[in-house]
């Protein structure tokens, strides 16, 4: 069964650090791009991180920049993200999820890869507050 | 704010058709990058349902589709079901962001 499963969550304080875990199964999680999306309590999703298969390419969204750092242990299947300086808009559910690249074809001839995240895990809280 | 955007609330009976629309710009949607569809259950984790505009996950019913034209696109549900009564969240790409955007969420009411 392919599954994601965070862990890490929980309450710091403003200014504190953190770090999530995301242990992935079932899938050869090395051929992955892999994400972290958050979505603060009431509140639509939004992007965070992306990390490349083999962790040499890694985006943020602006809000995290210099704050969050995304990066994986394909050994150990796992994913992660080391949120330092927290703030209380950092306060979210936080999903790990796979960023695949998902096969598509509007002909016989003309086939293309869209970039979704397609598995997601179950998520973990993060409370960032005194 | 987000920059795609979606109507906050939709409604419809059972077995009836709706449409739940997603406006871009010219950086995202408008610029030809893939629109995706997620459905968030409460209390548990999105859902991908549609992805590359107009294809569905193996495991999704036939009742959803997807569509884009222009700097928009629109997610249909057909044969409405009290369990399709959710949120749901559209998804690009933003090449003036630099960001991977979602849409503000419709809640749909059945």
């Known amino acids: 069964e392919v599954q994601l499963v965070e862990s890490g969550g929980g309450l710091v304080q403003p200014g504190g650090s953190l770090r999530l875990s995301c242990a992935a199964s079932g899938f050869t999680f090395s051929r992955y791009w892999m994400s972290w999306v958050r979505q603060a309590p009431g509140k639509g999703l939004e992007w965070v991180a992306n990390?490349?298969?083999?962790?040499?390419?890694?985006y943020y969204v602006d809000s995290v920049k210099g704050r969050f750092t995304i990066s994986r242990d394909n050994a150990k299947n796992s994913l992660y993200l080391q949120m330092n300086s927290l703030r209380a808009e950092d306060t979210a559910v936080y999903y790990c999820?796979?960023?695949?690249?998902?096969?598509?074809?509007?002909?016989?001839?003309?086939?293309?890869?869209?970039?979704?995240?397609?598995?997601w895990g179950q998520g973990t809280m993060v409370t960032v507050s005194s | 704010q987000s920059v795609l955007t979606q109507p906050p609330s939709v409604s419809g009976a059972p077995g009836q058709r709706v449409t739940i629309s997603c406006t871009g710009s010219?950086?995202?949607?408008?610029?030809?990058?893939?629109v995706h569809w997620y459905q968030q259950l409460p209390g548990t984790a999105p859902k991908l349902l549609i992805y590359g505009n107009t294809d569905r996950p193996s495991g999704v019913p036939d009742r959803f589709s997807g569509s884009k034209s222009g700097t928009s696109a629109s997610l249909a549900i057909t044969g409405l079901q009290a369990e399709d009564e959710t949120h749901y969240y559209c998804?690009?790409?933003?090449?003036?962001?630099?960001?991977?955007?979602f849409g503000g969420g419709t809640k749909l009411t059945v």
């Open positions: 999820a796979t960023f695949a690249k998902l096969r598509y074809c509007r002909s016989s001839t003309n086939c293309y890869g869209a970039d979704a995240f397609d598995i």
């Open positions: 998804q690009s790409y933003d090449s003036s962001l630099g960001s991977w955007v």
């Open positions: 010219s950086s995202n949607i408008g610029a030809g990058f893939d």
């Open positions: 990390i490349k298969e083999d962790g040499s390419e890694k």
